[in-house]
C-alpha cells in the first residue's frame, strides 16, 4: 500500500487549500485514516481523522469547525479541507490509513506535503 499526499502549498493567513491523499489500493479495507502534522521542534499530531464509512470524524480542538476531512472509497480517496488557515497551522501533513489484520493492526504512513501559512 502507497499513500501520496499533494495539494499542500505557501497560503496567506484566512486563506484555504485542500489536501489529498491518493492510495495505490482500495481504501474501503482501511479502518481507519487520518491526517497528522508536524511542525519543526514539535512533535507529530493528529489533526482529523476518520472511519471506515466516513459517518465518524474526530478532530483536534485546534482545527474544529475550519478543517473537514472525507474520503471516497470508490476513488480511494482521502481528503483534507482546510479552511481560515492561521500561522500555528504551517506543518508537513502526512496521510496514514490503517487496517486490522488477524496479525495486528497495519499503519501505512504517506510521505508528507508542506503547507506553509503565511502572516
Known amino acids: 500500500v502507497q499513500l501520496v499526499e499533494s495539494g499542500g502549498g505557501l497560503v496567506q493567513a484566512g486563506g484555504s487549500l485542500k489536501l489529498s491523499c491518493a492510495a495505490s489500493g482500495s481504501t474501503f479495507s482501511f479502518n481507519s485514516m487520518g491526517w497528522y502534522r508536524q511542525a519543526p521542534g514539535k512533535q507529530r499530531e493528529l489533526v482529523a481523522s476518520?472511519?471506515?464509512?466516513?459517518?465518524?470524524?474526530n478532530y483536534a480542538d485546534s482545527v474544529k469547525g475550519r478543517f473537514t476531512i472525507s474520503r471516497d472509497n470508490a476513488k480511494s480517496m482521502l481528503y483534507l479541507q482546510m479552511n481560515s488557515l492561521k500561522p500555528e497551522d504551517t506543518a508537513v501533513y502526512y496521510c496514514?490509513?490503517?487496517?486490522?489484520?488477524?496479525?495486528?493492526?497495519?499503519?501505512?504512513w504517506g510521505q508528507g506535503t508542506q503547507v506553509t501559512v503565511s502572516s
Open positions: 476518520i472511519n471506515s464509512g466516513g459517518g465518524s470524524t
Open positions: 496514514k490509513a490503517s487496517k486490522s489484520t488477524g496479525l495486528g493492526t497495519l499503519r501505512y
